[in-house]
């Protein structure tokens, strides 16, 4: 079964300490909330400086998908993340500022829990592509900039597909990420 997540069916909800928005793509277990996720797939907008919300035994993978990017202080170090489609990795409990380069940012971000209930085993991989490139099952794909086209259905940018037991294809025309996931066998999509 594959689960189409629009774009526009997005609301925008505020950050954990308020700092700014972000849109939920995905999360497990389904309507799971900031502190009790597995993981969860999001879309942050990022429109000031100021420090990243803390998330204990979570584990994030950063993507800047709009904008000229951030500096970063993540635990006292720090991070130029000034290349957009470039994943990046951190830890969500260490303390993390950000200062803009240039105006407002839109990042990718996905985010795992370490350990506890309802964690996964698998850490999600983050990859973003371009061209025909087959996917496995449990899979995420975010269209980040142009279209792309899984099983027969077209997407547009921040248009997402979520494929479960089924393998698939992805034609990829801009960039597009795709985030392998870790899903009880057992797991309905929606």
């Known amino acids: 079964m594959i689960r189409v997540l629009p774009a526009s069916a997005r609301t925008a909800v505020p950050w954990k300490n308020g700092g700014g928005v972000t849109r939920e793509i995905a999360a497990w277990p389904e309507g799971a909330g900031m502190d009790d996720f597995a993981w969860r797939v999001s879309l942050a907008e990022v429109a000031a400086d100021g420090p990243f919300s803390a998330f204990p035994d979570v584990d994030r993978t950063l993507t800047v998908v709009e904008g000229a990017g951030m ?91 979520q494929l479960g037991a089924e393998d698939a294809v992805l034609h990829a025309r801009g960039r597009t990420a795709v985030i392998g996931l870790s899903l009880p066998a057992d797991a309905p999509l929606a």
């Open 71 to 161: 500096d970063l202080t993540v635990g006292g170090e720090r991070w130029l993340v000034n290349t957009r489609y470039e994943p990046r990795d951190f830890r969500g409990d260490v303390p993390t500022d950000c200062r803009l380069l240039d105006g407002p940012v839109v990042n990718l971000n996905v985010m795992w829990c370490r350990g506890g209930a309802g964690s996964t085993t698998d850490v999600p991989t983050v990859a973003v592509v371009r061209g025909r490139l087959p996917l496995r099952t449990d899979t995420l794909v975010v269209v980040l900039d142009g279209t792309a086209e899984v099983a027969g259905l077209t997407l547009g940018p921040y248009d997402a597909v």
